[in-house]
Every structure is written in structure tokens, then in C-alpha cells.
């Protein structure tokens, strides 16, 4: 948001120049996290997850997808999925469930993933798989392609950022 912008909602000029040091903060901090993680280009990790369907989910099957770490402690994480779940959006999307603290309840968490098939919601209490990706934080996500290579990364803040990374994955 520009200054002009921002005098244009109403703001007073001081609070308008607040408003765009802060925006770009933000923007920076976005581009620092997400210059952290496993490279473009890179194959990913050959893992193994519990599913919420009560299968194992396998490196293979994140191929043309979009795997996305979130964790029940983490409220940007709620206000993506809950993004995700109203705007019904239809996306090759994975879910990894970890948590940043060993007492972070996963179980009501999961039950906000109800709209995404039980085979793509992956339960990593261990953060097992969350160390070996690479992810430096959450909402952090990945865009797998054909050959199981990253081909995108991101900290998505809003479902339009996972709809864009998911052209990344089925390329």
C-alpha cells in the first residue's frame, strides 16, 4: 500500500506512512522465511507420515501436489485453512499437521481439515517430517512437481497463494 492509498482510506499522513513501513516489514520478514527451506529444483526427502485416514503417507504421493505445514498452535495457520475450507477451493493440497510445542493439542486441529480427504491430512507430531523439509515456519508451504522435485516454496498467508503455487506442482 502506497501513502496515497492509504490517505485515501482516511488516514491521517503519519498513520499512512506507519501503515506502509509496516507493510513492507512484513513483506520482508514474508521474503526471509521464504528464502529458508529445501532449494527450488531440489528432490524432496523420501518420508513417511500417518495419515488421518489411518494409512502412511509416502513421498510419492506428494508428487503434482501442494504440501502445506500447519500447526494447531499457529493462528495463521487457522485463518488459511479456515480460507481454504470456505472458499471450497480445489486444490491438489497435502496437509502436514505438526506442532512447535510437544503439548499442543493435534486433535481438534484435525478435525478443522474434515473437508480435505483423509489420505492428504498427515500427522506429525514428531515434526519429523517438518525438520526434514526444511521448514522454518508455519504456515510454510511446498509445490511438488511430476518428478518430485520442488518447483515453489512459500509462507502463504491467503488461499490465493496456495492456488498459485499449485500451477507450480502440476506442470
Do not use: K
Not at 506507519?18 to 527451506?37: C, D, F, T, W
Not at 493462528?75 to 491438489?92: F, G, K, Q, T, Y
Not at 502436514?96 to 492428504?120: K, M, N, Q
Request: charged share 25%; net charge neutral; glycine share 6%.
Amino acid at each position: 500500500m502506497d501513502v496515497v492509498a492509504a490517505l485515501a482510506l482516511g488516514l491521517t499522513f503519519v498513520n499512512a506512512v506507519a501503515l506502509m513501513l509496516v507493510a513492507r516489514e512484513v513483506a520482508a520478514l514474508r521474503m526471509s522465511r521464504v528464502s529458508r527451506g529445501i532449494p527450488l529444483g531440489r528432490e524432496i526427502p523420501n518420508v513417511e507420515a500417518p495419515t488421518r485416514a489411518g494409512g502412511i503417507g509416502r513421498s510419492a504421493d506428494l508428487r503434482q501436489r501442494v504440501l502445506l505445514f500447519v500447526a494447531p498452535d499457529c493462528e495463521s495457520c487457522h485463518d488459511l485453512v479456515n480460507e481454504i475450507r470456505v472458499a471450497e477451493m480445489s486444490l491438489p493440497l497435502t496437509v502436514a499437521v505438526t506442532s512447535r510445542h510437544e503439548i499442543a493439542p493435534t486433535e481438534p486441529f484435525l478435525d478443522t481439515l474434515a473437508f480435505l480427504s483423509p489420505s492428504h491430512v498427515w500427522v506429525d507430531s514428531s515434526r519429523r517430517i517438518f525438520g526434514q523439509f526444511e521448514a522454518p515456519v508455519t504456515p510454510f508451504a511446498y509445490a511438488i512437481d511430476r518428478n518430485g522435485r520442488v518447483g515453489g516454496r512459500d509462507a502463504p498467508l491467503r488461499a490465493d497463494d496456495l492456488r498459485r503455487m499449485a500451477t507450480f506442482a502440476v506442470r
